[in-house]
């Protein structure tokens, strides 16, 4: 796999700023300064992923916004959900996010919005190892949590709308 040089700057701090802080417990009066210190970081590398899409993909505007929004939804609040990630650890939380969380959290699940949140979590995994942020085997892990998850995400959707069916 060739990594391609992206001339982008990074203005969010580095990942392992919170490695040991990724642990804390959900009770301890640190835990939600943590998290939102997470989430303005999270922000920050949102908004280069965003110039990467239109620069570097050349991707239109009604695109960038989409896969800014499901990134952010996966980053702040999927990766966040069950305790603090960081993007580089939150490729561990994936197939969880498409497999469950997101069919069950987002009021707007389907089947389309369901591939088109695998697909934004490519791109952004692919934004990432080209920043190096993230190394070639967590770029193919993420490829592979993103395959399981839609699978299970599809099973999960469909469950629902079988119940949704008998309730009629």
């Not at 417990?25 to 990467?52: A, G, H, T, W």
């Not at 929004?69 to 939380?93: C, Q, R, S, V, W």
């Not at 490519?122 to 934004?127: C, L, P, T, V």
């Amino acid at each position: 796999m060739t990594k391609e040089k992206v001339s982008l700057s990074k203005p969010w701090q580095d990942f392992s700023k919170w490695e040991k802080k990724l642990s804390a417990d959900v009770d301890s009066p640190m835990y939600e300064k943590y998290r939102k210190e997470i989430q303005e970081n999270n922000y920050l590398v949102l908004e280069v992923f965003q110039q990467y899409l239109k620069e570097k993909l050349g991707l239109s505007d009604v695109v960038v916004r989409r896969h800014d929004e499901n990134i952010d939804f996966f980053l702040n609040e999927g990766a966040l959900y069950y305790g603090l990630h960081t993007p580089d650890k939150a490729i561990y939380e994936i197939s969880d996010f498409l497999g469950d969380f997101f069919p069950r959290k987002a009021m707007w699940a389907s089947r389309a919005s369901l591939k088109q949140n695998g697909a934004s979590l490519k791109r952004f995994y692919n934004f990432l190892y080209e920043m190096d942020e993230i190394n070639e085997n967590q770029l193919k892990f993420v490829k592979t949590s993103v395959i399981s998850g839609i699978q299970s995400g599809l099973e999960h959707i469909e469950w629902q709308e079988e119940l949704l069916e008998e309730w009629d």
